[in-house]
T-cell receptor, first 108, second 116 residues
């Protein structure tokens, strides 16, 4: 059974702080890793993808991948209230396995 | 780029009727599309994998005769909920896997189905 584990939260951070979201995955054959953001009542939106070990930065977002530890993380710098959402981690190859999501609340 | 549309966005129907939901990749080809269902405050649940030109693969517990999937082209997949009942009321979301090496999936905006 392929699994992706995330802390369900809620994770509360003050505006302007760094939010750190973590995820572990069970399938060592996974080649692709993604972070999606889902606002309440909306569908998920792809915000970051990462395929090799190390860091990948895109604006205020940094994804980190450690395949040896089967660990993926997402850092959000200068968190804004508009970042408040549920963040889904996904891992896999042809088919993705999604975590249940971490709810992030950014407090003004 | 990487836009997926879904139609209709919202539908209300009477129990026993069938509802068809369309999922289109607007600016890329998608040999594979996926159908998910999400109940309030719950996580995404994969229902089936749809492959262009072949039969869909259903997840355990999903009735293939109730949820008919057709993937007739590289940009269109449809999900038909047959003889819908109130317990089928949910948020149905499709995703399209962009053909290529990176396995990216892009989600449609979802269809909220309410069965009375």
């Amino acid at each position: 059974q392929k699994e992706v584990e995330q802390n369900s939260g809620p994770l509360s951070v003050p505006e302007g702080a760094i939010a750190s979201l973590n995820c572990t995955y069970s399938d060592r054959g996974s080649q692709s890793f993604f972070w999606y953001r889902q606002y309440s009542g909306k569908s998920p939106e792809l915000i970051m993808s990462i395929y090799s070990n190390g860091d990948k930065e895109d604006g205020r977002f940094t994804a980190q991948l450690n395949k040896a530890s089967q660990y993926v993380s997402l850092l959000i710098r200068d968190s804004q209230p508009s970042d408040s959402a549920t963040y889904l981690c996904a891992a896999g190859s042809y088919q993705l396995t999604f975590g249940k999501g971490t709810k992030l609340s950014v407090i003004p | 780029g990487a836009v997926v549309s879904q139609h209709p966005s919202r539908v209300i129907c009477k129990s026993g009727t069938s509802v068809k939901i369309e999922c289109r990749s607007l600016d890329f080809q998608a040999t594979t599309m996926f159908w998910y269902r999400q109940f309030p405050k719950q996580s995404l649940m994969l229902m089936a994998t749809s492959n262009e030109g072949s039969k869909a693969t259903y997840e355990q517990g999903v009735e293939k005769d109730k949820f008919l999937i057709n993937h007739a082209s590289l940009t269109l997949s449809t999900l038909t909920v047959t003889s819908a009942h109130p317990e089928d009321s949910s948020f149905y979301i499709c995703s399209a896997r962009r053909d290529g090496a990176y396995n990216e999936q892009f989600f449609g905006p979802g269809t909220r189905l309410t069965v009375l």
